[in-house]
């Protein structure tokens, strides 16, 4: 089996650190410009740019809609400086729905850190399970 490239060894070691409730060396391995592009064109959907941007506007309106969160690599393909990560999420909402989505995240590195997380998945049970993100985030529903 081949050795992983140095930014595939980390995007696993990331992974495995959340997995058991560590986000921090998420963190650490992004650069402070980082780009998050998730797909799609409901609410979750967009293209957000920086560290506090991403936690204030994607983290922390999902840790107020789920009382469970996981994310399970199946797959990591090496591609250098493109590492891609398929996996399987395993999480609860607060009101008791299954929010358990498949992802492939494309994950482009600069520097040996990350520039660019691409989220690719299934956006329409985004919106048939998870709230509005403005509402998620505190803001009054749209008419």
């Not at 590492?83 to 609860?92: F, K, T």
Request: with cysteine; charged share 25%.
């Amino acid at each position: 089996m081949p050795t992983l490239s140095p930014n595939a060894q980390l995007v696993s070691h990331v992974f495995d650190e959340v997995a058991r409730g560590n986000g921090a060396p998420f963190w650490e391995a992004c650069h402070d410009d980082l780009v998050w592009r998730t797909i799609g064109a409901g609410s979750w959907s967009g293209e957000f740019v920086g560290k506090q941007v991403i936690v204030e506007e994607i983290f922390r309106p999902l840790n107020k809609v789920l009382v469970e969160r996981a994310t399970i690599p199946t797959r990591v393909i090496d591609g250098g400086d493109v590492v891609v990560v398929q996996a399987r999420g395993r999480n609860l909402t607060h009101d008791g729905r299954r929010y358990d989505n498949d992802y492939a995240f494309v994950i482009h590195f600069r520097d040996g850190k990350i520039a660019r997380y691409e989220e690719y998945c299934d956006t329409e049970l985004i919106a048939r399970v998870l709230p509005d993100r403005g509402v998620a985030r505190g803001l009054p529903r749209q008419p």
